[in-house]
């Protein structure tokens, strides 16, 4: 089975930022894409971001310019960077792989 692990999220005024890490266990890792979405309460969960194993990116449009996602496939891990937060970050952010998704780690951006 894979499990995944995010970290990272917290509290941070509009403006700033926050690095977001999610590691993966088991094996596959390099082989395949791994991907950042998010959910605000009562609402859809949206893709952010995605990276494959040759480290190719797609972003939202919404972030495109300010989050950046990396991956090192040594450490089974895949980073989202993101700067210039804005109030309508706030959410929960969840990591995807291999048809599994991680519990998800909370990001606040205040006004």
């Known amino acids: 089975q894979v499990q995944l ?3 990272g999220g917290g509290l ?3 403006g700033g930022s926050l690095r977001l890490s999610c590691t ?3 094996s596959g890792f390099s082989d395949n894409l791994m991907g950042w979405y998010r959910q605000r309460p009562g ?8 990276i494959s ?6 972003y939202a449009v919404s972030v495109k310019g300010r989050f950046t996602i990396s991956r090192d496939n040594a450490k089974n891990t895949v980073y989202l960077q993101m700067n210039a937060l804005k109030p309508d970050d706030t959410a929960v952010y969840y990591c ?3 048809g599994f998704w991680g519990q998800g780690t909370q990001v606040t951006v205040s006004s």
């Open 12 to 14: 941070v005024q509009a």
């Open 24 to 26: 993966a266990s088991g």
């Open 5 to 7: 692990v995010e970290s």
């Open 53 to 58: 194993s040759g480290g190719s990116t797609n």
């Open 96 to 98: 995807w792989s291999m």
């Open 43 to 50: 609402a859809q969960r949206d893709f952010v971001a995605r």
